[in-house]
């Protein structure tokens, strides 16, 4: 079995027999449609245990806690790769997914890592970008990252069904996201 491989089937099984577990010790179930892959994280489930609203959103997401990173590419270079690439990357290679955790990541683990933990660090500000942690949450902003904060405006976007979708007409170039049930696709690379 190559590095690979063995670092996929070993997330998998920490992923498969993890769980999100409140302080008390009563197991949280969390359906998470956004977070494909990683439904059964405990870190994602003890997350939108704490903040039930923050479901299908753009911070049920990898980048929430963890951080884009540099690897080497096929020409001998290196390419900043999304958080979630560079996560398995490190897995891959032997170092630890705590490699690839942002500060709001950090400070989460640091603070237990379970559903309490969050609560434990509403009132810091893990980015350092003058909001804590909460407000960005509430305002759908990731607490982890400093270019992602309130006071940045949203970018114009268009919702269209499929049905409103395919009447457009022919365009020379346009940019579709497929969301799910996400207001922004982030990983689009």
Not at 42 to 51: E, L, M, T
Not at 112 to 139: C, P, V, Y
Not at 142 to 153: I, L, Q, T
Not at 154 to 165: I, K
Request: charged share 20%; net charge negative; aromatic share 6%.
């Amino acid at each position: 079995m190559n590095v690979r491989a063995l670092g996929a089937a070993v997330l998998t099984a920490m992923l498969v027999l993890s769980g999100c577990r409140s302080e008390s010790g009563e197991e949280q179930a969390v359906t998470s449609l956004s977070y494909r892959g990683h439904e059964q994280d405990s870190d994602i489930n003890c997350f939108i245990s704490a903040y039930p609203e923050a479901a299908g959103t753009r911070l049920e997401d990898c980048v929430r806690c963890h951080t884009q990173g540099d690897v080497p590419n096929k020409r001998g270079g290196v390419s900043t790769v999304n958080a979630c690439d560079y996560c398995h990357y490190l897995l891959a290679e032997g170092e630890p997914w705590s490699a690839s955790l942002n500060p709001f990541g950090r400070a989460y683990s640091n603070s237990g890592q379970d559903q309490g933990a969050f609560g434990r660090i509403e009132g810091k500000d893990s980015d350092s970008d003058g909001f804590s942690n909460l407000k960005e949450i509430r305002t759908g902003c990731f607490p982890g990252r400093k270019a992602s904060n309130p006071d940045k405006p949203v970018a114009p976007h268009v919702e269209l069904t499929l049905s409103e979708l395919r009447s457009l007409k022919s365009h020379q170039q346009f940019l579709l996201l497929n969301s799910h049930k996400q207001r922004c696709d982030s990983y689009v690379t």
